[in-house]
C-alpha cells in the first residue's frame, strides 16, 4: 500500500520454469544491460581460451627459438616473442586456463569453507558465530597478500596452495557476507514454518536459507574471482607461485618487466592487458549474474 | 461548499512503464477537496488509492508519470509546476503521514531536531533561536506528555503510537493547508488507532485544514471523514457522503467492500458478496467432501474414541515465560554498584496464564502489541521454550519437550500454525507446491514424487487454490493466495490445533472475507480446533466460540465471544471495544 508502483495481479498461465525461465531471464538480462551481455561475450572468449587454447595456439607455448627472441609483434608472432624466443600469443593464451582454474577452484573452495561457516554463524549465534567472527578478524589482522605470501612460503609452491592461500585470505568476506544475509532470516516467517514442519535445523540452513543467500553469494564470488586471479598473479610474479618455465600471466608479467626499459614493451604488456580484461569481466558479470539468479526480478 | 475547491484533481491518469508494457495505475480519476474538508480514498491495495495522492504531490517514482489530466492546488497547475514550486509546496502547503511512522522518521537524530528542521526549511520569517520553542509547541499539540523531554528523544525510545504523533507534529510544523495521510493508523493497535484518529481530525479541524485520508478500512473511513470515495482498480467507482455510504451504497463493489468488513451484529456468512457467496462455497465442496472421505479411511479426526472428547486437547496451566532485562542500566548496575537493582532482573511477557481448548474448538487470543499472545502461541507451537508452566496437549505434557527436540516428534505434526505475514513465511525459492509438500516430506507418510503431487492438488482444491498456481513462486502470487498455500501448508498433516497467529492481517478485507470463510469450512470438516491469535475483537468474533483478553501477559476476561462483545467485564475490554471504529450507519 505504501509502494509507489501499480500492484500487478499475476495472472494467466504460470510461466514455465526451469531452464527455460532461465534462458528467458538471461535474455532480458542481457538485452537490458548491455555491459552485463559485454562481460558475458568477455567470459565465453575466456573460457574458450581456456578449454581449447592448447590445441589451437599457432606454436609451442615452452618451446624456444633463440634466433627469434625479442622480436616486436609481427604477422608470424601477434604478440611478439620473449627473450627465449617463445611465441607471447600462444603463451597467453595457453596460460588462461591455469589462471581460471586457480580462480575458480578457489573461489568454490572459500565458498564452501567461508560461505558456510558464515551460514552457520548467522543461523546458530553464540559459539558458533564467536569462533568463525575470530577467525575471520584474525585473518584480516594481516595485510591479505603478505598473508597469502606467507601460507605459500609455508606450504610450498604449488598450485594446491596458491589456491588454498586464495581462499583463506578471501574468508572474512565470505563468512561476513552469508553470516549477515542468514542473521536477517534466521527467525523469518519461512524458517519458523520450516521447523514446524519437521525440518531439522541443519536442514533449515541448507534447504532453506541458502538457496536464499546464493544471489548474493554468486555475486561475491565474481566478485572475488577477479581478485583471485590477481592474487595468483601476483603471488607468481614475486616469485612465489607457479614456476617458470610454465605459461601464468604473473609470470610474464614479471618476466617482462624487466625488459620494459630497453624497449621490449611486449613481453609484459600483452599478459597484463590478458589479466587486466579477465578481472575487469568477473567484476562486470556480478551484477548482471545477480539479476538472473534472483527469482524476484523473474516476472 | 466554496466556489473554488482547494485540490481539484480533473480526469487524472497516471502510467507506469514495466517491463510488460505500460500499466495505467489510475484512470480518469476526479477528486476535489473542499477547504476544511476531510475526504477519505477507500479502496483495497492495488486500487490507485496511494498513487493518486502521490501524483499530487508530484513524488511518483521515475517510472510513472501523469499522463492525462489537470491537478490544480488553490489555483497553481501542479502539473506544470517546477521542481522548485513544487519543493515549496510539499511541506508547506501539503504535507503528508506515511503508514510506518517509524520509517518516516530519521533514526539517529532526535525527534525535536527533526521538527526543526522543517521549521527552518519551510518558515523562513521566523527567528532562528525560536526553533526549539516552536517545536516543544508543536509536540505538545499532538498531546505528546512532557513535551520538553521528549524534544530530546530518539524514535526508538518512543512507541509506535507515539512516533506517529511526532510524524503527524512533522507534518503540521508549518500550518499547511492540505494534509494527506496515507494508511496513518495500519499497524497500530486499535487504541492507539483512535487516539492517532481523533487527534488528526481535531488538529485538523481547529487549523480549518483539508485532510484526505487514504485507507482500507471503510469503518475508519465512514467513522472519521466527511465524504468518502471509493476506488477499484484505479478508477473512482463512487463517491458520495460518509452518512450516506454505508446506509445506502450505490456501486456493486462498495456495496462488496462494506459487506466484508467485520462489523457487529453479521455473521461469518455474511461478509462475502451475495452473489458470489454460495458459488465459492459450491466450488470447493465436492473435493472437500472427497478430500475427508479419502483421509477418514486412514485417520479422521472427526472420528474419536468418546473418552477422548470429555478432556480438553489443551490444557494451559500458569505458564509463565521470562526475558532478562537488558540494557545499560543493568549491566551498570552489575559492574558499578553492588546494591541490589530495585526493579527485578526478569521482565514477564507471559505472567502466569492459564486456559484450555477443547476439541473442535475455536478460541480466540485478543490483545494489544506487547500484551504477550504472540509469546504464548510461540511456546505453545513448541518454538520457544516456557520459563515455567504446564502445557498439555491431548493429554500428554508436550510443554517438558525442549523446542529444539521437538521437531521430530510425532507430536509435532499435531500442532500447527498459519502465521500472519503470507509474503514472509513461504521460502522465496520454493514454489507453491514444494512450500505444500514440506511438512509431508518431513513428518508426513507419502512417499513418491506422484503420489506427492496428488495430495498437493487434493490440498490445493481444500483451499481453493487453482491447480495451476502450484508451481508459481510466492511472489508470483497475491496476497490471498499466497494466505491459502499457508493454510494448505498448516493442514497437510491432518493437525488437531492450528495456531492461526493473525492470518488475515496483511490482506483486504474481502479477501479477509474469503480467508476467514475457509478457515471455518475447513474447521469444522477437518473436526480442527482454532487458537486464533489477534487484536481485532471484530474478526475474532467471527470465528472463534470463546474469547480470551490479554493485557500486559494477564488474562483479564475470558467468556464466550457474544458475551464478551456485548457485556465486557473489563475496562481493558470495553477499552478496546469502544476504539474499534464505529461506521455512522450500520446496515440491517
Known amino acids: 500500500m505504501s509502494s509507489v508502483a501499480p500492484a500487478v495481479e499475476p495472472v494467466g498461465p504460470a510461466r514455465t520454469s526451469g531452464l527455460t525461465a532461465i534462458l528467458e531471464q538471461t535474455r532480458y538480462v542481457l538485452s537490458e544491460n548491455k555491459v552485463t551481455g559485454f562481460a558475458f561475450a568477455l567470459l565465453i572468449v575466456i573460457l574458450i581460451a581456456a578449454t581449447f587454447g592448447p590445441y589451437v595456439v599457432p606454436y609451442d607455448p615452452l618451446a624456444s627459438d633463440t634466433a627469434a627472441a625479442l622480436k616486436p609483434p609481427s604477422a608470424a608472432h601477434w604478440f611478439g616473442t620473449d ?69 605459500v612460503a609455508a606450504l610450498g609452491n604449488t598450485v594446491q596452495n596458491i589456491i588454498l592461500a586464495t581462499a583463506i585470505v578471501n574468508f572474512p568476506l565470505y563468512a561476513r557476507v552469508a553470516r549477515a544475509e542468514a542473521n536477517v532470516r534466521r527467525n523469518a516467517g519461512f524458517v519458523q514454518a520450516a521447523r514446524l514442519s519437521g525440518n531439522g535445523e541443519f536442514r533449515i540452513l541448507l534447504v532453506h536459507i541458502l538457496p536464499n543467500i546464493m544471489p548474493i553469494m554468486i555475486v561475491q564470488m565474481s566478485l572475488t574471482m577477479g581478485y583471485a586471479i590477481l592474487n595468483a598473479a601476483g603471488l607468481s610474479f614475486i616469485g612465489l607461485g607457479v614456476r617458470p618455465p610454465t605459461a601464468e600471466w604473473g609470470i610474464m608479467v614479471a618476466e617482462g618487466a624487466g625488459f620494459m626499459v630497453s624497449g621490449e614493451w611486449w613481453i609484459a604488456l600483452f599478459p597484463g592487458l590478458a589479466l587486466m580484461i579477465a578481472v575487469f569481466c568477473f567484476n562486470l558479470l556480478g551484477d548482471g549474474l545477480r539479476d538472473i539468479v534472483d527469482p524476484q526480478r523473474r516476472t | 461548499m466554496t466556489a ?13 512503464s514495466t517491463r510488460r508494457g505500460i500499466v495505467k495505475a489510475v484512470q480518469h480519476v476526479n477528486i476535489s477537496v473542499a477547504k476544511g474538508e476531510t475526504l477519505a480514498i477507500v479502496g483495497e491495495s492495488g486500487s490507485g488509492k496511494s498513487v493518486t495522492s502521490y501524483a499530487v504531490m508530484r513524488i511518483l517514482d521515475r517510472a510513472g508519470k501523469i499522463a492525462e489530466g489537470s491537478v490544480m492546488f488553490s489555483g497553481i497547475d501542479v502539473k506544470a509546476a517546477t521542481e522548485d514550486q513544487m519543493r515549496d509546496l510539499r511541506g508547506r502547503e501539503v504535507s503528508m503521514i506515511f503508514q510506518n511512522p517509524r520509517a518516516a522518521l530519521n533514526p539517529i537524530r532526535k525527534v525535536g531536531d527533526q521538527i526543526e528542521d522543517v521549521l527552518r526549511t519551510h518558515v523562513q520569517q521566523a527567528q532562528v533561536a525560536d526553533h526549539g520553542e516552536k517545536a516543544i509547541e508543536a509536540l505538545e499539540q499532538v498531546k505528546i506528555a512532557r513535551p520538553r523531554e521528549r524534544y530530546h528523544a530518539y524514535p526508538f525510545e518512543l512507541s509506535g503510537g507515539m512516533c506517529q504523533r511526532v510524524v503527524i507534529a ?48 471503510l469503518g475508519l473511513a465512514a467513522a472519521y471523514c466527511d465524504r468518502v470515495v471509493v476506488m477499484e482498480k484505479g478508477r473512482v467507482v463512487e463517491t458520495a457522503k460518509a ?100 526493579e527485578p532482573d526478569v521482565f514477564r511477557a507471559v505472567d502466569g496464564i492459564s486456559f484450555s ?53 510425532p507430536q509435532r505434526s499435531r500442532i500447527q500454525m498459519v502465521f500472519q505475514d503470507p509474503t514472509d513465511s513461504l521460502n522465496p525459492r520454493f514454489t507453491a507446491a514444494r512450500a505444500i509438500a514440506d511438512p509431508i516430506m518431513q ?23 487453482p491447480h495451476n498456481l502450484l508451481d508459481r513462486f510466492p511472489h508470483q502470487l497475491s496476497g490471498g493466495q499466497k494466505a491459502r498455500v499457508g493454510i494448505a501448508r498448516a493442514i497437510a498433516l491432518h493437525p488437531k490445533l492450528v495456531i492461526l497467529d493473525e492470518p488475515t492481517a496483511a490482506l483486504d478485507v474481502s479477501v479477509q472475507a474469503v480467508v476467514l470463510n475457509l478457515l471455518q469450512d475447513l474447521k469444522a470438516r477437518l473436526g480442527m ?51 474499534i471504529p464505529h461506521p455512522p450507519l450500520p446496515v440491517h
Open chain 1, 83 to 151: 627473450q627465449l624466443g617463445r611465441d607471447i600469443f600462444s603463451r597467453v593464451v595457453v596460460a588462461t586456463r591455469l589462471d581460471t582454474f586457480i580462480a575458480i577452484a578457489s573461489v568454490v573452495l572459500v565458498f564452501l569453507m567461508g560461505g558456510l561457516a558464515g551460514i552457520a554463524a548467522g543461523y546458530f549465534g553464540g559459539w558458533t558465530d564467536r569462533i568463525v567472527g575470530r577467525i575471520a578478524d584474525t585473518i584480516m589482522a594481516f595485510p591479505l597478500f603478505v598473508l597469502a605470501m606467507g601460507i
Open chain 2, 443 to 465: 513428518l508426513g507418510d507419502i512417499r513418491g514424487r506422484d503420489a506427492l503431487r496428488a495430495r498437493c492438488e487434493e490440498l490445493a482444491t481444500m483451499v481453493g487454490l
Open chain 2, 4 to 16: 473554488q475547491p482547494l485540490l481539484d484533481v480533473q480526469d487524472l491518469t497516471v502510467e507506469f
Open chain 2, 170 to 217: 512533522l507534518a503540521l510544523a508549518c500550518n499547511p493547508q492540505l494534509l494527506i495521510a496515507d494508511e496513518p493508523t495500519t499497524g497500530l493497535d486499535v487504541t492507539t488507532q483512535k487516539a492517532v484518529m481523533d487527534l488528526i481530525v481535531e488538529l485538523t479541524k481547529r487549523r480549518a485544514m483539508s485532510t484526505i485520508l487514504i485507507t482500507h478500512d
Open chain 2, 243 to 342: 452518512a450516506d455510504i454505508f446506509g445506502n451504497p450505490q456501486h456493486p463493489y462498495t456495496k462488496k467492500l462494506m459487506r466484508a468488513t467485520p462489523r457487529l451484529g453479521v455473521s461469518l456468512r455474511d461478509l462475502l458478496p451475495e452473489e458470489e457467496g454460495p458459488a465459492v462455497m459450491a466450488g470447493p465442496d465436492p473435493a472437500i467432501h472427497h478430500a475427508s472421505q479419502d483421509s477418514s479411511q486412514s485417520r479422521d479426526p472427526r472420528v474419536k474414541p468418546g473418552g477422548d472428547e470429555t478432556k480438553p486437547l489443551l490444557r494451559i496451566e500458569k505458564l509463565v515465560k521470562e526475558y532478562p532485562r537488558q540494557g545499560a542500566t543493568a549491566v551498570l548496575g552489575k559492574l558499578f554498584s553492588r546494591k541490589p537493582p530495585v
Open chain 2, 357 to 409: 481448548i477443547g476439541h473442535g474448538e475455536s478460541v480466540g487470543l485478543v490483545g494489544e502489541s506487547g500484551c504477550g499472545k504472540s509469546t504464548t502461541s510461540m511456546m505453545v507451537m513448541r518454538l520457544l521454550d516456557q520459563t515455567s508452566g504446564l502445557i498439555q496437549f491431548d493429554g500428554e505434557d508436550i510443554g517438558a519437550t525442549a523446542p529444539s527436540a521437538f521437531a521430530r516428534l
Open chain 2, 529 to 579: 480446533s482454532y487458537l486464533f491469535v489477534s487484536h481485532d475483537l471484530n474478526v475474532v468474533r467471527l470465528l472463534c466460540d470463546r474469547v480470551i483478553v490479554m493485557r500486559t501477559g494477564r488474562i483479564v476476561e475470558e467468556g464466550s465471544s457474544e458475551q464478551v462483545l456485548s457485556d465486557p467485564k473489563d475496562d481493558y475490554t470495553k477499552e478496546l471495544l469502544t476504539a
